[in-house]
Nanobody
Framework: QVQVAESGGGLVQAGGSLRLSCAASGSIFSIGVMGWYRQAPGKQRELVATITSAHATDYADSVKGRFTISRDNTKKTTDLQMNSLKPEDTAVYYC???????????WGPGTLVTVAS
């Protein structure tokens, strides 16, 4: 059994910053890609950023230059530093953990980020 938990969401003014954290625990041998996704009200879940075990990163165009993903392989954690936040960044943010094979370990329950204009 694998558990994933996010933290760090909240309410912030436009232009502000938040840092989200995700921790994986349980029966984990090794982790492949770790990623952050988000789902705004009435919209589909979308990719925000991913990071491989070798720390290669990928970002959605909408967050490039503003968000930074990082990970600690030893601690099995990934963080998402979000700067210059915009109201359109408002969403529930989910952490996703994959096996090295690419199959899913687990999703976290999500953490709400609200950016006020």
């Amino acid at each position: 059994q694998v558990q994933v938990a996010e933290s760090g969401g909240g309410l912030v003014q436009a232009g502000g910053s938040l840092r989200l954290s995700c921790a994986a625990s349980g029966s984990i041998f090794s982790i492949g890609v770790m990623g952050w996704y988000r789902q705004a009200p009435g919209k589909q879940r979308e990719l925000v950023a991913t990071i491989t075990s070798a720390h290669a990163t990928d970002y959605a165009d909408s967050v490039k230059g503003r968000f930074t993903i990082s990970r600690d392989n030893t601690k099995k954690t990934t963080d998402l530093q979000m700067n210059s936040l915009k109201p359109e960044d408002t969403a529930v943010y989910y952490c996703k953990i994959e096996r090295p094979s690419g199959t899913l370990y687990a999703w976290g329950p999500g953490t709400l980020v609200t950016v006020a204009s």
